[in-house]
């Protein structure tokens, strides 16, 4: 079975232009998280959904960053206009249920995007 | 208020010795879970086990042990007869399920190496 998928794994570019992440949950699995991780900060989660419903926004960092999920199996990370700072690794995870009165709770980690801003 | 402290930064022995990981955590609730999840240099974060509080039963999964004290608020992580491929990022969390959010409280995280 396939796991987190996300694309691209690798991005360069220079201050000012547009990034999108992308991701693809495993089948099934009815949460999504958006987490970024930096050597200053760890690792920080910046939104999550349920059944593709944001459910709390508020750790992305400002007006620049925007996620969406338009369906089950697809997930967007934007920023615009990037910045030096936004330079981190961004991670998806999925994850069956919440962690309260679940009988896992374990989220399950795509191998990242590495976004570097120039 | 939450929060988890990993105080060992980067911990190096030589494959096959015996090493533990530290977890404290701090935490306003009775109910909690507790997590640790391994980075390894490719890069991808893996869980490895989730604890809840009212659970104290230290668990065993072949060369991997916990011990989770509630009476210290720690959840230290043994691994026996270390190897190479032991060698990660190695991250407690805590989860208080009674938040509104869900929100996992990471540790900064424990930078293991196995020199052989």
């Known amino acids: 079975d396939a796991g987190v998928i996300q694309s691209p794994r690798h991005e360069v570019t220079e201050m000012g232009q547009e990034v999108t992440l992308r991701c693809k949950p495993i089948s099934g699995h009815d949460y999504l998280f958006w987490y970024r991780q930096t050597m200053m900060r760890g690792l920080e989660l910046l939104i999550y959904?349920?059944?593709?419903?944001?459910?709390?926004d508020s750790g992305m960092p400002e007006d620049r960053f925007s996620a969406k999920m338009p369906n089950a199996s697809f997930s967007t990370l934007k920023i615009q206009p990037s910045e030096p700072r936004d330079s981190a690794v961004y991670f998806c995870a999925s994850s069956l249920v919440r962690v309260a009165g679940a009988e896992t709770g374990e989220l399950f980690f795509g191998e990242g995007s590495r976004l570097t801003v120039l | 208020a939450q929060k988890v402290t990993q105080a060992q930064t980067e911990i190096s022995v030589v494959e096959k010795e015996d090493v533990t990981l530290d977890c404290v955590y701090e935490t306003r609730d009775t109910t909690y879970y507790l997590f640790w999840y391994k980075q390894p240099p490719s890069g991808e974060l893996v869980f490895l086990i989730r604890r809840n509080s009212f659970d104290e039963q230290n668990e065993i999964s072949g060369r991997y042990s916990w011990n989770f004290q509630k009476s210290t608020s720690s959840f230290n992580f043994t691994i026996t007869a270390s190897q190479v491929v032991d060698s990660a990022v190695y991250f407690c969390a805590l989860s208080e399920p009674r938040d509104s959010n869900y929100q996992l409280i990471w540790g900064a995280g424990t930078k293991l190496i196995i020199k052989p």
């Open positions: 959904f349920n059944n593709n419903v944001p459910i709390d």
